[in-house]
């Protein structure tokens, strides 16, 4: 079965610009969190959404903004880029059968803000 | 303000040998425990998860959990080079209002020398 699966890749934006990453979630899975990882620490929580809702929230400013689709695929997106930004987002897959929480890591998005 | 600590290292091991790595957490309500790992310029891939007090094996690897203590750990049993990496610990959000929400600890950076 396929993972995680985010994109782009890698991203290069300038100050102020606006950025959205995309996130598709193992196969069976309908929850899906949004992670902000910079160089040194652990990431940080930014969201959850499970069936097209938002179930949690960290404390992130409200340039940040997601959204969970039909087919449980995420988006998040940055409005207003500080160089701050700069990171390596996450996305993480969780079935929420309520069995399990287990999180499962995309690749990541690695965004440099410039 | 829930808190996951862990030495960052460096934890340098000998090949063969057993390398700890520790983790205590704040939130006493805390149910679910991961163990993750992450190569440099890579996301966290998960390694295990223990619920329960007491020992989880798998392979090489076993999880301790002391919920009295809110301490878990991470015993690597005939450490290898390619187990060098950063090891991240994380805990769930229990009684807030995101089922989804991991906190982690800043990582343990692990080194097996041959």
């Known amino acids: 079965d396929a993972g995680v699966t985010q994109s782009p890749t890698h991203l290069i934006k300038t100050r102020g610009q606006h950025v959205t990453l995309r996130c598709s979630p193992i196969?069976?899975?309908?929850?899906v969190s949004w992670y902000q990882q910079v160089l040194g620490q652990g990431p940080q929580f930014i969201f959850q959404?499970?069936?097209?809702?938002?179930?949690g929230r960290g404390n992130f400013p409200d340039r940040f903004s997601a959204r969970q689709f039909p087919n449980y695929s995420s988006e998040l997106n940055v409005n207003a880029l500080l160089l701050g930004d700069s990171a390596l987002y996450l996305c993480?897959?969780?079935?929420?059968?309520?069995?399990?929480?287990?999180?499962?890591f995309g690749p990541g998005t690695r965004l440099t803000v410039l | 303000q829930k808190e996951v600590e862990q030495n960052s290292g460096p934890l340098s091991v000998p090949e063969g040998a057993i390398a700890s790595l520790n983790c205590t957490y704040s939130d006493r309500g805390s149910q679910s425990f991961f163990w993750y790992r992450q190569y440099s310029g890579k996301s966290p891939e998960l390694i295990m998860f223990i619920y329960s007090n007491g020992d989880k094996e798998d392979g090489r690897f076993t999880a301790q959990l002391n919920k009295a203590s809110q301490y878990v750990s991470l015993l690597i049993r005939d450490s290898q080079p390619s187990d060098s990496a950063t090891y991240l610990c994380a805990v769930n959000d229990a009684g807030g209002t995101s089922y989804g929400k991991l906190t982690f600890g800043q990582g343990t950076i692990l080194t097996v020398h041959p």
């Open positions: 959404y499970y069936e097209k809702e938002e179930r």
């Open positions: 993480a897959s969780t079935k929420w059968d309520f069995s399990t929480d287990t999180q499962y």
């Open positions: 196969s069976g899975h309908k929850s």
